[in-house]
């Protein structure tokens, strides 16, 4: 009978090697989750360096806290909200966040915001990335993340309005941005 490596077990075992600070099962996580979660990490960071501090800082956090995952819900969704955290935590270290627009009243029109076009993913993740860094984040949380306005305002330490208004001016942004390569009109 071959022998079980970490490679082919399952994810509750898995974890349990992780639990045990196994390194293979420790690189086996990085290998496998590196790519996805440094794409998360570089839609909230700018510079690539930065996106690569947010990404070793996460999996440090992961390997660190993983009794802390209690194995309700999705054990890829635990560790994305970590990214997720260190990235932020990085952002506002490096750049200020600044969200104007408490006093903002969106226009009484419909959202019609939608990206069909013949736009690609890379095209869209480098317009995000034009984004102002307020704007970029509550886009990518709301968006991206899934997450609701309360709890993007409770992560941010603002209003449920200022996040509310910080999607409005990101989508008009972008809208913008779309208009001036001619993707739409």
Same mark, same amino acid.
């Given at each position: 009978?071959?022998?079980?490596?970490?490679?082919?077990?399952?994810?509750?075992?898995?974890?349990?090697?992780?639990?045990?600070?196994?390194?293979?099962?420790?690189?086996?996580?990085?290998?496998?989750?590196?790519?996805?979660?440094? #794409? @998360?990490?570089?839609?909230?960071?700018?510079?690539? /360096?930065?996106?690569?501090? !947010?990404?070793?800082?996460?999996?440090?956090?992961?390997?660190?806290?993983?009794?802390?995952?209690?194995?309700?819900?999705?054990?890829?969704?635990?560790?994305?909200?970590?990214? @997720?955290? /260190?990235?932020?935590?990085?952002?506002?270290?490096?750049? #200020?966040? @600044?969200?104007?627009?408490?006093?903002?009243?969106?226009?009484?029109?419909?959202?019609?915001?939608?990206?069909?076009?013949?736009?690609?993913?890379?095209?869209?993740?480098?317009?995000?990335?034009?984004?102002? !860094?307020?704007?970029?984040? @509550?886009?990518?949380?709301?968006?991206?993340?899934?997450?609701?306005?309360?709890?993007? !305002?409770?992560?941010?330490?603002?209003?449920?309005?200022?996040?509310?208004?910080?999607?409005?001016?990101?989508?008009?942004?972008?809208?913008?941005?779309?208009?001036?390569?001619?993707?739409?009109?």
């Amino acid at each position: 009978m071959p022998k079980t490596t970490t490679l082919d077990v399952p994810e509750h075992q898995l974890i349990e090697l992780l639990r045990m600070q196994d390194r293979t099962a420790q690189k086996r996580l990085y290998d496998r989750y590196s790519p996805l979660f440094f #794409s @998360v990490c570089r839609r909230y960071l700018k510079r690539r /360096e930065d996106a690569e501090e !947010a990404l070793v800082s996460g999996f440090f956090k992961i390997f660190d806290q993983i009794d802390r995952f209690e194995g309700a819900g999705s054990f890829e969704g635990w560790m994305r909200r970590i990214m @997720v955290n /260190e990235a932020l935590m990085l952002l506002r270290k490096r750049e #200020s966040l @600044v969200f104007p627009g408490d006093a903002f009243t969106p226009p009484d029109t419909a959202d019609s915001f939608n990206i069909e076009a013949d736009i690609s993913v890379r095209e869209i993740l480098l317009l995000i990335e034009d984004l102002p !860094a307020g704007y970029r984040t @509550v886009f990518n949380l709301y968006v991206l993340e899934g997450m609701k306005h309360q709890e993007i !305002a409770d992560m941010l330490g603002i209003s449920i309005n200022t996040s509310k208004s910080q999607l409005i001016l990101a989508k008009e942004k972008m809208r913008k941005l779309l208009a001036m390569k001619g993707i739409v009109s």
